[in-house]
């Protein structure tokens, strides 16, 4: 977390203690001044951004606002994002049928079975079309415009999972013509843990299709009660929202947001990309280390709005008999951080079986010199763990 981040959480508690909650809310205005950030970041309207306490509340608010009918179709391809994948499997369970579409071999989800699959929907069912822009262990950025201008044509609602593109990539919602997207203040964005936020597009909420309903818990600020027996959704995405929020976290969110944009999401993709390069290439030359991030054949893979990014995920051979939590934990006690991505959490049968690989995620803050530190130290533990465990890297 930048300075000023942490500092602008500091100010607001202290504010709190000396003039009261209520008062240095309405002081701060935290919760519209970060609605406006996040509006200017994503290039939409700020009545299209709904605060909320992280990308999988956003999503989920947003998901189960689907009101589905029985026939109605989910489509999504294996990547889609974990906590996704279940609120699929539940709604499976009661109206909605989930068809998970190919991946092709190069990494990236298959346009042309989403195009099939809209084609040969019955007349009478509606679809929601799902899309993690990019995958948790994947350093493939899919191509997001192109899956909602297929949605929009066939008249499905697209939810676009961006919790980690955004603040990662330039991402605007308006060109990747999702109708709803999610994304976290605590993974790219630096921004305070407990922060998140949902765009959800003005006309979305009036889908022509029928299928976006009311969220499915309301209070008075979801809704106003206008009569005795009578409730008013909130005309924009706050219906979404609900009266209590911690001001403080949203100042920080703010923050975030500002510096992102400050920056630049396209210096920050350049720079994080590069990175991660650089560590792919010196992971190359280390012996008994395997990049697993994208096929190989990404390389050769010409869709457009298809790029790599900054996540770089890699393995031990699995000969060494050295486990991905066994170098997170090296590489912690020399105070690196990384994290270990497990191999489940997939549609496909197979992946279960796989081990779990080791995840690091170059920020524009990092720098070469870093890389080549962070490589070194792998290289040296993969030499002595395969030492001790009696294997020796080939
Ligand atoms: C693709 C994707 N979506 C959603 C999430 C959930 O983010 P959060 O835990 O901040 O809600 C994650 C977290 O790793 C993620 O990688």
Redesign the pocket.
């Known amino acids: 977390m930048p300075d000023e981040v942490h500092q602008a959480l500091l100010d607001h508690f202290e504010l709190e203690r000396h003039i009261g909650g209520y008062a240095a809310e309405a002081q701060a205005d935290a919760r519209e001044g970060a609605r406006k950030a996040a509006a200017k970041l994503l290039g939409c309207d700020p009545e299209e951004i709904a605060l909320t306490e992280?990308?999988?509340?956003a999503?989920a608010k947003a998901f189960y606002s689907f009101s589905f009918r029985e026939g109605d179709r989910i489509f999504c391809w294996a990547s889609e994002?974990a906590?996704n994948a279940v609120a699929f499997l539940q709604a499976a369970k009661r109206h909605a049928k989930l068809e998970v579409l190919p991946m092709r071999p190069d990494g990236i989800v298959d346009l042309d079975a989403l195009e099939a699959a809209l084609k040969s929907l019955p007349e009478t069912a509606r679809a929601v079309v799902a899309l993690?822009h990019?995958?948790?262990n994947s350093s493939v950025v899919q191509p997001a415009a192109a899956v909602g201008k297929l949605a929009r044509e066939h008249g499905a609602v697209f939810i676009l999972?961006a919790?980690?593109s955004i603040g990662q990539i330039p991402v605007d919602v308006r060109s990747l013509l999702c109708d709803f997207a999610c994304a976290?203040g605590?993974?790219w964005l630096r921004g305070p843990r407990g922060t998140?936020f949902l765009y959800a597009r003005a006309s979305a909420l009036n889908h022509a299709s029928g299928l976006v309903g009311e969220p499915p818990m309301i209070d008075h600020v979801s809704a106003r009660w206008t009569q005795s027996h009578v409730y008013k959704l909130a005309p924009d995405a706050r219906r979404y929202e609900m009266w209590e929020t911690s001001p403080a976290l949203h100042m920080g969110l703010k923050k975030a947001l500002e510096l992102c944009e400050h920056v630049g999401p396209q210096h920050i993709q350049r720079k994080s990309t590069g990175l991660a390069a650089a560590l792919r290439q010196k992971l190359a030359s280390i012996k008994g280390v395997r990049c697993c991030d994208a096929p190989a054949s990404l390389e050769e893979a010409q869709v457009e709005g298809v790029s790599r990014c900054a996540i770089v995920t890699f393995e031990a051979f699995s000969d060494l008999g050295i486990t991905s939590e066994a170098i997170k934990g090296a590489l912690a006690k020399q105070r690196i951080a990384v994290s270990v991505s497990p191999p489940f959490h997939t549609f496909n049968d197979e992946d279960w079986r796989q081990p779990s690989v080791v995840r690091v995620s170059p920020s524009y803050y990092n720098d070469e010199s870093e890389v080549d530190v962070l490589a070194q130290k792998i290289k040296g533990i993969i030499e002595t763990l395969s030492e001790n465990s009696g294997m020796r890297a080939p």
Do not use: E, F, N
Not at 54 to 57: G, L
């Open positions: 992280s990308a999988q509340s999503w994002y906590g993690t990019i995958q948790t999972d919790c980690q976290t605590r993974k998140g």
